[in-house]
């Protein structure tokens, strides 16, 4: 199925329950595209939840999340051949080479000449020389390098990420930034989730803070990310604001 295209992201009033457990409360906010938007918050404020219905992969309780003219009412596969998604399971195959794994994905979505994207992607992801290599035998972060790739194999107009810097060293977080820099030039909307501060800093032109599934503050284009995160939270947690946890 063609893919769908969209200019923008909205979350409107979109709240999720597991039964009488509220996961996230009225969250509003909008994407374009070529921005980058954060989700910070601690452990349990609901930021997994909403990069999974932002994926599709659950449905909002309340409200509504629009892609461009387009909703959940879309056919699911038109809309997720729109997005790509990167999670704490890497989804590649251990036994297959690097190349073999992008080939495998890119044949999935129906791109043409899969062996030619993946072979591309690979010099993107400065991963040629290792092209034929089993990605059992990768480090964690060519194995990011790698499983960014496969979320992007398709050309996804929309990026989800869930805490894609866990786990990497500083040469390969700077590369993971590089790239979502140049991922934000092409028109990509990126909607990424963190607690790493610290690499975040100055890549973000926005910053959602979530607490207790609500959202408590949005910044544009913050800096001094970590102070800010702080004294949000803390204003937070003297105002006793509270909830149910994601």
């Given at each position: ?107 999935l ?22 092209a ?18 496969r ?47 610290d690499?975040?800093?100055?890549l973000?032109d ?32 003297a105002s ?7």
């Amino acid at each position: 199925m063609t893919a769908i295209d969209f200019d923008d992201l909205t979350v409107d009033e979109v709240s999720r329950h597991f039964g009488r457990r509220r996961a996230l409360s009225r969250i509003n906010f909008r994407a374009t595209r070529g921005r980058l938007v954060g989700l910070l918050g601690p452990n349990g404020a609901g930021k997994s939840t909403l990069l999974a219905m932002l994926a599709t992969l659950l449905r909002p309780s309340a409200g509504r999340i629009r892609y461009g003219a387009h909703d959940s009412t879309t056919p699911e596969p038109a809309l997720r051949a729109s997005i790509g998604v990167l999670g704490h399971d890497l989804f590649l195959y251990p036994e297959l080479t690097a190349v073999e794994n992008l080939e495998f994905f890119a044949g999935l979505y129906a791109v043409p000449d899969p062996r030619g994207a993946a072979t591309h992607a690979l010099e993107v992801a400065g991963l040629a020389d290792r092209a034929d290599e089993a990605v059992s035998h990768f480090s964690r972060g060519m194995r990011q390098r790698v499983a960014l790739e496969r979320a992007l194999i398709h050309g996804p107009r929309l990026l989800l990420l869930d805490e894609p810097f866990t786990g990497l060293d500083d040469a390969s977080g700077a590369a993971l930034t590089a790239r979502l820099r140049t991922l934000r030039e092409a028109g990509a909307i990126v909607v990424l989730a963190t607690h790493d501060l610290d690499l975040a800093e100055g890549l973000l032109d926005s910053a959602i803070f979530l607490r207790d599934g609500r959202m408590i503050d949005v910044v544009d284009r913050p800096d001094g990310l970590r102070s800010t995160y702080r004294d949000i939270m803390s204003r937070v947690h003297a105002s006793g604001v509270g909830g149910a946890r994601a």
